[in-house]
T-cell receptor, first 110, second 114 residues
């Protein structure tokens, strides 16, 4: 079964501290993994995807197939990073079906 | 607003009733997705349409149905409503049908069943 697990409901860090939001997945094939973010009073939006291997707003995520993980990292957290973060998986062939994790609220304290 | 629009923003109705949620995709997008977000289940995929055809289905209840019209807007119909159907319903759209295309989300419709 396809499943995405985000073990932390809430992650609270101080500004300037490193951040790692955990994501583990269960999928037998070759998945596509994504991170979505929802800032306060804004829409859910794509942050990054593993295929593009980009760094967006200082965030990076590496797909580790051995550990079936796709953790989101940032070396120095900023207050504006405070938001809800969702890890998502697509593995359904030629469809856009996304399986989302439960989400992690990141709180960056001043 | 050239983004995804959803109406209504809020909907309060009673158990046993039927409601219709509407979604207009971004201009040019052919795929429309429906997701349900509830406190206990999180964000769950319901169904995808691409250019008027059903493309993928999630754990959508038989009481729920959807369709995409020739002008590409979509409607999600929820019938015989139960208290547990109270949730935030999101619509998203993308240019193509695969996950390679970024999905753009609407603001959601908050449904409260009393």
């Amino acid at each position: 079964a396809q499943r995405v697990t985000q073990p932390e409901k809430l992650l609270s860090v101080f500004k300037g501290a490193p951040v790692e939001l955990k994501c583990n997945y269960s999928y037998s094939g070759s998945p596509e993994l994504f991170w979505y973010v929802q800032y306060s009073r804004q829409r859910l939006q794509l942050l990054l995807r593993h295929i593009s291997r980009e760094s967006i707003k200082g965030f990076t995520a590496d797909l580790n197939k051995g550990e079936t993980s796709f953790h989101l990292k940032k070396p120095f957290a900023q207050e504006e990073d405070s938001a809800m973060y969702y890890c998502a998986l697509s593995g359904s062939g030629n469809t856009g079906k996304l399986i989302f994790g439960q989400g992690t609220t990141l709180q960056v304290k001043p | 607003d050239s983004g995804v629009t959803q109406t209504p923003k809020h909907l309060i109705t009673a158990t046993g009733q039927r409601v219709t949620l509407r979604c207009s995709p971004r201009s040019g997008d052919l795929s429309v997705y429906w997701y349900q977000q509830s406190l206990d289940q999180g964000l769950q995929f319901l169904i995808q349409y691409y250019n008027g055809e059903e493309r993928a289905k999630g754990n959508i209840l038989e009481r729920f149905s959807a369709q995409q019209f020739p002008d590409l807007h979509s409607e999600l119909n929820l019938s015989s409503l139960e208290l547990g159907d109270s949730a935030l319903y999101f619509c998203a759209s993308s240019l193509g049908q695969s996950a390679a295309y970024e999905q753009y989300f609407g603001p959601g419709t908050r449904l409260t069943v009393t």
